[in-house]
């Protein structure tokens, strides 16, 4: 019975999905920004930004953030990197086939595919909170898809339990079905709150709220529940990536112990840490010349 509620639970989350990708690829989200394309897989039509050349730098856009948020991050990085956006599977405009399944290998395969198919090898991760378990499962399987990974917010399995714990302390978001239905009533009222807890600079709340106030009255979707149910209930340590490791910390993030604060330092030998004390969850929005000093000075362009 639970695994049936489970699969139904990421139905609400996928259902309609084709018919997503048709309208997202005509509509709105397609003409937001110069550099917004769309590339689809046998489950996901992802939707990506891309600017600039030279070594491509991968982002992946922290829901409920979308790409219409990073303007000064890649105006920023683009001067020195082909930089690549692109929001996760049932994120933002990145609709799923009906039913996809969330789980952790299966969007690791998937991303696998986007990566190699656009944007090539050798690329420099720079993927943001949970995405980094998907960047260092990526990394060790494939390695070379990756020169070079740079996480921020990053850690390992066990750091996400702590994390999924203390934001969802009453179980809610992971209980199938239930979860899901409560999010998607729950996701307006819940974005002023995560920004307030995790967001350094106040002063940019309120332009991260209008963003995505728009965007999800555009259709964007914020599947948090299933990510929590499936995709982050992974057990067990991953593989040691071959690739340096820069760990990126903003202090000021209020949604993560401080237990999880550079916890792949204490799960991985020789990781680069770097934190920014008055910066929040997505530090690389906050302040993206920062970041970009301390990525370019880790891999060394």
């Known amino acids: 019975m639970s695994e049936f509620l489970t699969r139904l639970g990421t139905w609400v989350d996928t259902w309609g999905g084709r018919a997503k990708m048709a309208r997202f690829s005509k509509g709105w989200p397609a003409t937001t920004r110069q550099g917004i394309k769309f590339y689809r897989t046998a489950d996901v039509q992802y939707r990506y930004l891309e600017a600039g050349a ?14 219409e948020v990073y303007d000064a991050l890649v105006a920023c990085f683009s ?42 090898k050798d690329n420099i991760f720079a993927f943001s909170c949970a995405a980094s378990l998907s960047g260092l499962d990526i ?30 302390p009453k ?9 899901q239905l409560i999010m998607k009533r729950m996701a307006p009222a819940r974005m002023p709150q995560w920004y307030r807890l ?18 999800f009255g555009n259709g964007a979707m914020w599947s948090l529940a299933s990510a929590y149910q499936i995709y982050m209930n992974h057990k067990g340590a991953l593989p040691a990536p071959t690739q ?58």
């Open 54 to 67: 030279g070594p491509t730098i991968i982002f992946t856009a922290d829901p409920p953030m979308t790409l």
């Open 79 to 120: 001067e020195r990197f082909r930089v690549i956006v692109v929001e996760l599977p049932a994120m933002g405009f990145s609709a799923t086939r009906p039913g996809f399944g969330f789980g952790f290998t299966e969007t690791g395969d998937d991303l696998a595919l986007f990566i190699r198919n656009v944007c090539g």
């Open 139 to 168: 990394a060790a399987r494939m390695p070379e898809l990756a020169s070079h990974l740079c996480f921020i917010q990053g850690g390992d399995p066990e750091a996400f339990h702590r994390w999924k714990t203390g934001r969802d």
């Open 171 to 179: 179980g809610i978001l992971a209980r199938p079905v239930l979860g």
């Open 198 to 215: 995790s967001v350094g600079r106040g002063e940019l709340i309120d332009h991260f709220c209008d963003c995505a106030k728009q965007s």
């Open 244 to 301: 340096p490791i820069l760990s990126i910390w903003g202090g000021a993030d209020r949604s993560h112990p401080r237990e999880n604060v550079h916890s792949l330092a204490m799960v991985y030998d020789d990781v680069t840490c770097v934190t920014f004390d008055d910066l929040g969850h997505t530090p690389e929005l906050e302040d993206p010349h920062r970041v970009f000093e301390a990525i370019a000075g880790f891999v060394g362009t």
